[in-house]
């Protein structure tokens, strides 16, 4: 795990939570699952991975420019951290994140109901991986346009995070087709980050 921007007033939490994401751009949603987190969680820190298995950086923002805005996003956020994984996978990310914060942590994967849904429903190649990665960690879960509803027999490892009204619906991708239909957008990005999503995304800077 290489930081991006870390605390630095207290030392190693033991109850990490980790927010995953491709952060193209960090929208007001991101930052409302992170602050949510907080109120169970010691610290949370934001991932960029450098590889993901179901994307890629062809489109939008480059990785550096990502990094770039989660690094202007944090900087005034004293218990959230960034940081930029080797691997996407969520059993990769975990093991990063014990090697830089210690092998006893205990730790909590922050997400939306549609990325629960497509955690629990990966096929991992054996039956039973998801539950042994649930021993590992466990999801804290936030409404996406609809509630998440795990199995029966997954639902001890897995919590409801309750985030504002009306964040649920906000999305990268929704930013980046308002700012190519000259919409509205600046309302769904943190406002300290406003200038650089300008500078990266708007035309003609920005095709997808």
């Known amino acids: 795990m290489e930081f991006l921007s870390r605390p630095p007033q207290y030392p190693y939490p033991a109850r990490l939570g980790i927010l ?12 409302a699952l992170a602050e949510a987190a907080l109120e169970e969680m010691d610290e949370v820190i934001l991932v960029l991975p450098r590889v993901f298995p179901h994307k890629n950086y062809a489109a939008g923002a480059t990785f550096a420019q990502r990094a770039g ?4 996003l944090l900087a005034h956020h004293p218990r959230l951290a ?3 994984s080797r691997g996407g996978l969520f059993t990769e990310i975990a093991q ?4 830089a914060y210690g092998a006893g942590i205990q730790l909590t994967f922050v997400c939306g109901r549609d990325a629960a849904e497509r955690i629990v429903g990966w096929d991992y190649g054996a039956p039973e991986a998801i539950d042994r990665m649930l021993e590992d960690f466990q999801l804290l879960v936030a409404g996406r346009e609809g509630a998440y509803q795990p199995p ?3 639902r001890h490892y897995i919590r409801v995070l309750a985030i504002p009204a009306g964040l649920d619906t906000i999305s990268a991708s929704d930013v980046r087709r308002r700012i190519r239909e000259g919409a509205a957008w600046q ?3 943190p406002g ?3 200038p650089l999503v300008r500078e990266i995304y708007c035309p003609p800077a920005y095709s997808a």
């Open 20 to 31: 995953p994401g491709s952060f193209n751009p960090p929208t007001l949603a991101h930052l």
């Open 69 to 72: 805005m989660l690094r202007a």
């Open 82 to 84: 960034a940081g930029v």
């Open 96 to 99: 990063e994140c014990r090697a």
């Open 152 to 154: 029966a027999h997954l």
């Open 187 to 189: 309302h769904l990005v």
């Open 192 to 194: 300290v980050i406003v």
